[in-house]
């Protein structure tokens, strides 16, 4: 079974609202390659569980492309952030292919998130 990338996640405080958007950042980086592998689906489960978000959540977030412009990475805290960065990676390697769609949107995201 997939686990999310960070065990530590919730060590800070977050927002609900953060929580969300770090679950839809990491659902925008499984669809950047267009296909949603089984895997995929598993570690975005986790990652919900682990935000203590309704796991339905995710399974809406995956039933349709997610897209960067949706979700609004800048609003969320530093911390938050830094959390973001991590499930988004943990995301992308959930099925063990790397691709540069994936990457692409990593990079993009990564110079809108707060520092």
Known sequence: MARPASPFLLTDPLSPFERFEILRLAACAIWADQEVAPAERTYLDALARELEIDGAAADDLLSFPQALEDVAPESV???????????????????????????????????????
């Open 77 to 115: 805290s530093p911390a938050a952030a830094r959390r973001a960065r991590s499930a988004v990676l943990g995301a992308i390697a959930a099925d063990r292919e790397i691709r540069d769609d994936e990457m692409d949107f990593f990079f993009v995201l990564d110079a809108r998130l707060p520092r």
